[in-house]
């Protein structure tokens, strides 16, 4: 489901995501209360949420979207560069954030991630903020912004990060973990925005300084 308050752009995003197989809109809302009011019949696993909503306030409405909805996932599409909304809308309980600015296909990367029951953060949100949301979830006095970045990472990423750093390639990977290579590929593109690396390499090289498994790397297999 599309709550956008641009027609523009909701028709924008409704052709990007129809083209990628699997997806289908079951609506579109311009405001938070139209798109309660009209979304009742309605059962989406994924909601993206503009956060300026002509006079409402996106991240206010995202606590009532998660009530009515139960198990869905909020993915935040923003124009706005503030980290500070992007921050309180993670902590009102939306599962990701995408710069408008940035390529379509990192909108359906995003999309499908979520839909996993993953975590979208990339780029957008700053160490800083990674830092003082992790502080937040944890409880944590002080956090390096290294470790902030870690404290993104799902259980499953963790799991593959530690068989990256043994230097397997992902058919290897996907054997270990016993998932598919298609999966792996999704996992590592997440991981690699997450901590700000460029390559499985490099990947590999950081699990080693931050005893994130493996030995120092030296080869793939």
């Known amino acids: 489901m599309i709550i956008e308050d641009h027609a523009i752009v909701r028709a924008g995003i409704r052709m990007l995501v129809e083209k990628e197989q699997g997806i289908e809109v079951l609506g579109e809302a311009s405001t938070a209360s139209d798109a309660l009011d ?3 019949g309605y059962r989406p696993d994924v909601i993206l949420l503009d956060l300026s909503l002509r006079r409402e306030s996106g991240v206010d409405f995202i606590p009532q979207l998660l009530h009515q909805f139960p198990g869905v996932r909020v993915l935040v599409v923003t124009a706005t560069e503030d980290v500070e909304a992007h921050l309180l809308a993670m902590e009102a309980g939306a599962s990701g954030v995408v710069m408008k600015e940035q390529a379509p296909d990192v909108l359906v990367r995003a999309i ?3 839909y996993s029951g993953e975590a979208w953060v990339g780029r957008a949100l700053s160490t800083a903020a990674l830092t003082k949301l992790s502080r937040s979830r944890t409880g944590t006095k002080t956090l390096d912004p290294e470790a902030a970045k870690i404290a993104t990472l799902t259980p499953r ?4 990060v530690s068989v990256v750093a043994r230097g397997y390639n992902g058919m290897r990977i996907a054997q270990e973990l016993r998932i598919s ?3 792996v590929r999704h996992h590592i593109t ?3 925005g997450k901590l700000e690396v460029s390559n499985k390499l490099e990947l590999a090289v950081f699990a080693f300084h931050h005893g994130l498994g493996g030995e120092e790397p030296t080869r793939f297999l």
């Not at 990423?157 to 593959?160: L, Q, S």
């Open 38 to 40: 009209s979304a009742s």
């Open 112 to 114: 499908h991630a979520v």
């Open 157 to 160: 990423e963790r799991e593959v």
């Open 181 to 183: 290579e298609a999966t």
């Open 190 to 192: 997440s991981i690699l």
